[in-house]
């Protein structure tokens, strides 16, 4: 069975950062692409980054390029999120997704169950 | 503001079928497949729907999808008080090279 868990968020100041882990288990991990999606309080979902197989590939959503870096550990089974210069938009539940990519298509399959990441002074 | 357009609310009774759009563009739906995402209160989004109509296993076939164009389609028929939720239409965007999500529709069964 497919089991994704994230953590590291937490409460943090403007300006400072954090930095996200996800266990994966229940699959191959170096076999797929992950990805980090994220939702504001209220609000809808945000997709924020993914990573390829081998970590050759990155994409961001453009509000966090330059801040946020994406990466992962194969041998660990790991995918992290470095999230630096934060800003109060950046507050938000953030979940770890194992991302279906191919031809045209795009789509996460799984998710876990997030962790909030709160940015205040 | 989203990307992709989605109605903020629908509603409808139990028994009753319903269906949420998602609108967008050449660069998204128009030349990519449409996933669809289901979030109950409180819990994390699960796949409903992908690659246009395709249902992962354990999903029941009162969930349908469909595209035609740049829009897309999710179809739920005998609608259950369970299937209260927030639904997401995603797909990819080639000329933001990202992801991009509708920004959801709250289904009320009353």
């Known amino acids: 069975e497919v089991h994704l868990v994230e953590s590291g968020g937490g409460l943090v100041q403007p300006g400072g950062s954090l930095r996200l882990s996800c266990a994966a288990s229940?699959?191959?991990?170096?076999?797929?692409?992950m990805s980090w999606v994220r939702q504001a309080p209220g609000k809808g979902l945000e997709w924020v980054a993914n990573i390829k197989q081998d970590g050759s590939g990155k994409y961001y959503v453009a509000s966090v390029k330059g801040r946020f870096t994406i990466s992962r550990d194969n041998a660990k089974n790991s995918l992290y999120l470095q999230m630096n210069s934060l800003r109060a938009e950046d507050t938000a539940v953030y979940y770890c997704?194992?991302?279906?990519?191919?031809?045209?298509?795009?789509?996460?399959?799984?998710w876990g169950p997030g962790t909030l990441v709160t940015v205040s002074s | 503001q989203s990307v992709l357009t989605q109605p903020p609310s629908m509603s409808a009774a139990p028994g009753q079928k319903v269906t949420i759009s998602c609108s967008g563009s050449?660069?998204?739906?128009?030349?990519?497949?449409v996933s669809w995402y289901q979030q109950l209160p409180g819990t994390a989004p699960k796949l409903l729907i992908y690659?246009?109509?395709k249902r992962p296993s354990g999903i029941p076939d009162r969930f349908s999808g469909s595209k035609s164009g740049t829009s897309a389609t999710l179809g739920i028929t005998g609608l259950q008080t369970g299937d209260e939720a927030d639904y997401y239409c995603?797909?990819?965007?080639?000329?933001?090279?990202?992801?991009?999500f509708g920004g959801g529709t709250k289904l009320t069964v009353l």
């Open positions: 050449s660069s998204n739906i128009g030349n990519n497949y």
């Open positions: 229940g699959f191959t991990f170096s076999s797929y692409w």
């Open positions: 690659d246009n109509n």
């Open positions: 995603g797909t990819w965007d080639s000329s933001l090279s990202a992801v991009v």
């Open positions: 997704t194992r991302e279906q990519v191919g031809y045209s298509s795009d789509y996460s399959d799984y």
